[in-house]
């Protein structure tokens, strides 16, 4: 009966786990991190299935491995939820809107892509986006001063106008965060040492 | 044949487009364009477009619309399974690493100057997307601003901070209003 009830509930959470993939990726445009917002105000404000500072490690693990960051994701955040199964299920999940809804259209693409209206919604879904990430930056960014941490503002800003401003290619950010991460742990060791 | 040298090509796609998205379009240009000749040039400026206006990761969608186009739906299926495949394994075995050894001092530290590094990026995304929506992709001045989608963004991200709107609902709703703002106006 108890063996029972769990099955259920772990079948309720792969279909939950099933559906909020599939939701985000029906209407989430461009690249990874628009997901990776998504995915955070799903996973880690509505569900509470991932801490914050987890889902960023798990961006970080996404952002390193190669292939569509959107997937990566979905593969480690089913992993964390359900195990073999969970990166089974947030993959389909993932990718089978963008499949279906590709094939439908790279049958009449050009009257797609040249119409006027599409164009107009999707340049105001756009600025929808942007306030999203934005709105999701702001949160993580306030967490990150409030730690007040010199190393950690340090790395949040330099990093900003590393990418922005002078397009310094991701992988460099992330080997230099972690060369950081390294040092410090290498600082703490000699600390104790002594 | 076709199938098995279509797989082929996108696990070579997959495995060396590191950083997302855009990074996997050089890669889908040689295979599918300059080594293949499956689709021409403009063939392929077609597929950048519309994988960029489409939902989902601009990776998986480029790999369902070349797949498709060369070798109809069987095509657009061992495409996108190809395109994933290596990201599924490596990152199988890093997800089985982070959760065995995370707890790990070293680990820890590394992880813990990574994570403003990860807010970092997403920054610089947010803000390449709104200085796209602001300027229309044109040169940063102030006589290009567009006030029109500049007050979608405002508007949107005030209902987002302060309402705590859901974001699927505020970018849709940004669609709707974006269309009739520029018919109204």
């Given at each position: 009966m108890e063996n029972n009830l769990k099955c259920q509930d772990s079948q309720k959470k792969l279909l939950k786990l099933f559906l909020s993939t599939l939701y985000i990726s029906t209407f989430t445009f461009g690249g990874g991190f628009v997901i990776i917002t998504f995915m955070k105000r799903k996973f880690v404000d509505e569900l509470h299935w991932i801490e914050e500072d987890e889902m960023l490690d798990l961006t970080a693990l996404a952002q390193s491995a190669p292939g569509a960051i959107a997937v990566n994701a979905s593969i480690l955040v089913g992993w964390r939820i359900a195990g073999f199964f969970g990166i089974l299920i947030a993959i389909i999940g993932t990718i089978l809107p963008p499949m279906l809804i590709l094939s439908v259209i790279s049958f009449f693409y050009s009257t797609f892509a040249s119409n006027l209206y599409v164009a107009l919604v999707l340049k105001g879904m756009q600025a929808g986006v942007a306030a999203v990430i934005l709105d999701v930056v702001c949160e993580l960014g306030l967490n990150i001063v409030k730690e007040k941490s010199i190393i950690k503002n340090l790395v949040m800003i330099v990093g900003f106008i590393a990418t922005f401003?002078?397009?310094?290619?991701v992988i460099y950010i992330i080997v230099i965060a972690t060369i950081v991460g390294i040092g410090k742990e290498l600082w703490r060791f000699k600390e104790v040492k002594k | 044949m076709i199938y098995l040298e279509l797989f082929l090509s996108f696990i070579q796609v997959g495995m060396f487009s590191i950083g997302g998205g855009y990074a996997a379009m050089p890669l889908i240009q040689s295979q599918v364009v300059t080594k293949h000749g499956w689709l021409t040039m403009s063939g392929y400026t077609d597929l950048i477009t519309i994988s960029g206006m489409t939902p989902g990761p601009i990776a998986i969608n480029s790999a369902t619309f070349a797949g498709m186009r060369i070798a109809g739906i069987g095509g657009a299926i061992i495409a996108t399974l190809g395109c994933i495949l290596p990201s599924c394994l490596i990152v199988s075995f890093l997800a089985f690493l982070y959760y065995r050894y995370k707890e790990m001092s070293a680990l820890k530290s590394i992880l813990s100057s990574l994570r403003p590094a990860i807010v970092a990026l997403i920054a610089s995304a947010g803000l390449s997307i709104l200085s796209l929506v602001l300027f229309n992709g044109e040169?940063?001045?102030?006589?290009?601003?567009?006030w029109i989608d500049g007050g979608i963004f405002l508007f949107a991200f005030f209902l987002l901070r302060k309402y705590k709107w859901n974001p699927i609902l505020v970018m849709c709703f940004c669609g709707v209003v974006g269309l009739s703002l520029h018919l109204l106006l």
């Open positions: 401003f002078f397009h310094v290619n | 040169s940063i001045q102030p006589s290009n601003i567009n």
